[in-house]
């Protein structure tokens, strides 16, 4: 689906690795905005590309009696939560070459218990995903090869964690993306932060660590209060559109990023009726989470496009499976930035 909104230069795969250059090029302005004032695309789960039915299950995860079963765990229990584990397609490098800039990361630390290599990291959504050392690899060679573009990852949650799991992972990011990080700098108002500003000083990755006991040592990790990002527990898209509104209307807090979450949420319900849609065409409903998305996508977009408070008010909209429909869902964001002068 094409919408008038979105020019055309920013619909093609070029445009969107490095767009943030080519916007300040079109429209200087652009790079002295403050970062809260751009439209950033980003995506949920982000690390999940990897997911399948083959994976290994968190050791903290609430299913794990059932897919320890046999046969019956290997064969039923751990494809259904596969299917409703998995939020995109592409991994951390393909996302970034096609304009994604916000990453929302869930981490685990592998141990024998998991059956992944003691002490190595993993991306991951119920099911351990994609190694993390490779995608903060990929990130450092984006940024290095695109000084324009801005980078943020955000530390959200931590699964299956020991006593030094948050030093070995420090350890992991500092090796790896710590000479691009953006320090953290309560005194200065987020206002100040603008493309330009962290340009100049080659750092252009901004990492936010939701564990206060780390950014209170470490500065160059930007605490949870930095970003806000509500979360629309509901199936219905309707909801999920109006609340994404009623959010954004109600006002966003001055010295902080700001998450739109334009994703849905599966109940148990919702994953109990896709088991029954595998054995009867009577039985209607999304089978998993890729077909969620799906019933979302069009009203999001459509959103998107002649929604006065989500054209001016968006800084960072996520979204499941960024790659569908052409990268509708990214090409809308980045369209945003273009109607904003």
Known sequence: MTYSSIPTSTSSPGYRENWMERLTAQVPEFSSRPLTSIAFPGSHDSGTSSISS????????????????????????KPVIARWSLTQDLNVAEQMENGIRFFDFRVAQGNASNGLPDRNFFLCHALIADPLAPALEAVAQFVEKHPYEVIFLDFKKFYDWEQNSDNSLIDLIKETVGPYL?????????SDVTPTSIREMKKTVILIYHKQSVTDVYKDFWPENSIVSPWIDTTCPHTLVTSLCDNLKAGRPKNSFYVSQCVLTPVASTVLKSVCCCCSPHCHGPRDLREMAQEAREPILEWLSKNDTARQDINIAISDFVDADKFAFIDAIIGLNVSRF
């Open 54 to 77: 083959q994976s290994s299950l968190l050791r903290d995860s609430p299913y794990r009696f059932l897919a320890n079963i046999p046969v019956i765990g290997s064969c039923c229990v």
């Open 182 to 190: 953006y320090p953290y700098d309560a005194s200065k108002p987020l």
